[in-house]
């Protein structure tokens, strides 16, 4: 395979024809953007149930785009977001992105560099190799929060979402014990029902008999349009190859990619964030990179 850059694809002159048309079919119009973001900046002001720190057109449009840019689905998943922020301020506040490299050297979560052949990126959860003792479930929180946002910024992850392969191979007991019904629902939330980006399917792999336990503490914050999202394939690679072509897998599940750490989206963190404005929509969020910065 040829060498994979990690590279946000921030601008709209990245979004390919066929995305676009995509786009177009889940309901936005480039002749009425203007007029439904206004639309829903107004609603937003005269609901009042809650105030985004930002209201420009690019801040908004993805959490239109999130929900087919119906306003009023758009603006509770905004109250959500705005919701969760508030009752998880400790992901967000002074929180510095580039203390989380413990995360990428134990391998724990990353997202892929590339996307399947529909567009998605891919975060992959590998649970059976994080060690509670030395890794925090905040931790976990707050690197998942950082990659979430990041892959809010762009346009294409905001027309098509992203999905999710949890990894459960050498899940233990030591690692349920820690899953509580709290962290559940924070793990939902933030996949399903409280971030600007879709997650279009779930897809459990390598499952164990503890997983049935786990599950059980999940379950219930599965909504039903999620749960038909939801796919367990066990040690089955073939039945995940029949969502994502293993062309765009890596090599533990039967693709062709090697495994990149979680390490390297912090290396393009510094690197291109001095080209964009990808840190300063990060540090309006409460996330901290000046070394300098308390």
């Known amino acids: 395979m040829p060498a994979v850059e990690h590279k946000l694809n921030v601008s709209e002159e990245e979004v390919p024809e066929h995305i676009r048309l995509i786009a177009s079919q889940q309901g936005e119009c480039t002749k009425t953007k203007k007029q439904t973001i206004e639309q829903f900046r107004?609603?937003?002001?005269?609901?009042?149930?809650?105030?985004?720190?930002?209201?420009?057109?690019?801040?908004?449009?993805?959490?239109?785009?999130?929900?087919?840019?119906?306003?009023?689905n758009s603006y509770r998943l905004l109250c959500s977001y705005y919701k969760f922020r508030e009752h998880n301020k400790g992901y967000y506040e002074k929180v510095r992105p580039l203390d989380l490299r413990h995360l990428g050297d134990s391998d724990i979560l990353t997202v892929t560099p590339y996307r399947d052949q529909h567009g998605h990126r891919i975060i992959i959860y590998r649970f059976g190799l994080w060690r509670p003792n030395r890794v925090t479930v905040d931790d976990i929180f707050r690197a998942t929060i950082v990659l979430q946002e990041l892959g809010s910024l762009e346009p294409i992850s905001?027309?098509?979402?992203?999905?999710?392969?949890?990894?459960?191979?050498?899940?233990?007991?030591?690692?349920?014990?820690?899953?509580?019904?709290?962290?559940?629902?924070?793990?939902?939330?933030?996949?399903?029902?409280?971030?600007?980006?879709?997650?279009?399917?779930?897809?459990?792999?390598?499952?164990?008999?503890?997983?049935?336990?786990?599950?059980k503490i999940f379950k219930p914050f599965l909504n039903s349009a999620m749960r038909e999202r939801l796919y367990i394939h066990g040690s089955d690679m073939s039945s995940l190859h029949k969502h994502i072509d293993p062309e765009h897998l890596p090599k533990r599940y039967g693709g062709l990619h090697d495994d990149y750490s979680y390490t390297l989206w912090l290396d393009m963190l510094k690197e291109q964030s001095t080209e964009s404005n990808v840190q300063k929509d990060m540090e309006q969020l409460g996330f901290i990179f000046d070394s300098n910065a308390i």
């Open 42 to 72: 107004s609603y937003i002001l005269e609901r009042n149930e809650c105030q985004p720190h930002r209201n420009d057109d690019k801040y908004l449009e993805k959490f239109l785009r999130a929900r087919y840019w119906k306003i009023e």
């Open 158 to 215: 905001q027309i098509m979402g992203g999905v999710a392969i949890f990894d459960l191979k050498d899940l233990g007991l030591e690692h349920i014990l820690h899953l509580s019904p709290s962290v559940a629902q924070k793990m939902i939330a933030l996949l399903v029902t409280s971030m600007p980006i879709r997650t279009s399917a779930l897809h459990i792999v390598n499952q164990n008999w503890v997983f049935n336990a786990g599950f």
